[in-house]
């Protein structure tokens, strides 16, 4: 069992159930390598996605009265995204934690953005089962909605796919971009997609997701980012 008290002393709280710290931060690859683990994270990482969903909906529904309910849907997205998650995930060390396979470790699996966003999920719902649901708020509101207001700055929230979809059609030939799958893995539950961004046949952009949705956001964000490449 590793040692986690520069993690609590990070959040200001320990969780007592060490069998359910250790399943948090317990990867599947590892279950099938060392005989003394049983439990893998995956259950906990999806009562954390609740979780977290309930809590960034109440929070933007009572900082932001005045905001129609697409921005509030944009800034929610903008906040439980993978690639946001991984950041909080890396801010705490928590890869640091994070029981791998050899192979997995070899992989370069404490720094895979998923794993880590995944693996945030599932501290999430094992703070949530360990401590009383307003500890847990303070958590996910101190470490993961304290960014809402750099997202609102930086504009960060703003709908990648709408954008690249105006842009697109604004050229002097007009085209609509469409999205195909490039690939797939892991669990029917705990799948990570790999996307593509197109104009006709010609792939301008690429994204990872936990979704498919979620993975032409960052497709269409990549395209955006790349548009001098197809605006002309």
């Known amino acids: 069992m590793k040692n986690f008290e520069k993690l609590f002393k990070k959040v200001g709280f320990e969780i007592s159930d060490k069998d359910l710290l250790r399943e948090a931060f317990t990867h599947r690859s590892a279950v099938n390598e060392l005989s003394n683990l049983k439990f893998h994270n995956e259950r906990l990482e999806f009562l954390g996605d609740a979780v977290l969903e309930l809590f ?3 929070f933007l529904f009572n900082k932001f009265p005045e905001e129609p309910e697409g921005v509030l849907t944009s800034l929610r997205s903008a906040l439980v995204k993978g690639e ?9 060390d928590l890869g640091d934690y994070l029981i791998l396979s050899k192979g997995e470790e070899r992989s370069g699996g404490r720094d895979k953005e998923y794993l880590l966003a995944n693996l945030l999920e599932a501290f999430i719902g094992a703070i949530y089962l360990n401590k009383d649901f307003v500890q847990c708020r303070g958590f ?10 750099e997202i609102l700055a930086s504009g960060a929230h703003i709908d990648a796919k709408s954008e690249f979809q105006e842009i697109s059609q604004s050229l002097d030939k007009p085209v609509t971009p469409h999205y195909k799958v490039l690939s797939d893995e892991g669990k029917d539950h705990a799948k990570t997609f790999v996307m593509g961004a197109y104009l006709g046949e010609v792939k301008v952009g690429e994204g990872t997701g936990r979704s498919k949705k979620e993975a032409q956001v960052v497709a269409a964000q990549d395209a955006l980012d790349n548009r001098a490449k197809w605006v002309g």
């Open 56 to 58: 960034a909906t109440d």
């Open 84 to 92: 946001h998650l991984a950041e909080v995930a890396a801010r705490l």
């Open 140 to 149: 996910v509101e101190n470490f993961v909605l304290s960014d809402v207001d």
